[in-house]
């Protein structure tokens, strides 16, 4: 078993530990649409997020973006050739190990998000290690994510690590 582990974890899969990804900016600034459409869609009608007087009152410059919608709207960060944050992707696995699952994460949110901001998002790999699991015998890659307003400052700090395994195909009962 040891060996398969061992196996699995190429030299040419490990060279990806400490892999950065360019900064990939999100296309477009954070917008009082986005705003309005996370309102609509999870009902969470928190002040801080509609009303700027009310965040203002609580010390803020403005609306707040809301910190889940941060997280959201950095799935929009492309690069110039139009990849997006999923650079990690291309990680070179074994052809038949297709299927990702969160395998946790951690967050940490630094500073405010204002309507206006342009937001940017940086990656880098700190792990990729095998382990035998309920799943089956997958591949954890954990990453480092950092969140960048216009002005460089970090606003999130995410580490997540996804687990890959073989797909599985299954049958109708």
Known sequence: MATEINALITD???????????????????????????????????PLWLDDDAARAAGYKGRVVPPMLVLELT???????????????????????TDTRNAGGELEWLAPVYVGDRLALESVIVDI???????????????????????????LKRRQTLARFPKTEYKDS
Not at 29 to 44: F, G, L, N, P, Q
Not at 75 to 81: F, G, N
Not at 83 to 89: N, V, Y
Not at 129 to 153: K, M, P
């Open 129 to 155: 290690a095998a382990r035998q699991g309920r799943a089956g015998l997958g591949i954890y890659v954990t990453r480092e994510e950092r969140v960048l307003n216009q002005r460089g400052e970090v606003v």
């Open 75 to 97: 799935r929009r960060a492309q690069d110039e050739s139009g990849d997006g944050a999923g650079w990690w992707h291309k990680l070179p696995l074994p052809p038949d190990y």
């Open 12 to 46: 040419e899969l490990r060279s990806w530990i400490g892999r950065s990804s360019p900064r990939l900016p999100l296309p477009e600034a954070v917008s009082a649409s986005d705003i309005r459409r996370y309102v609509d869609a999870t009902e969470d009608r928190n």
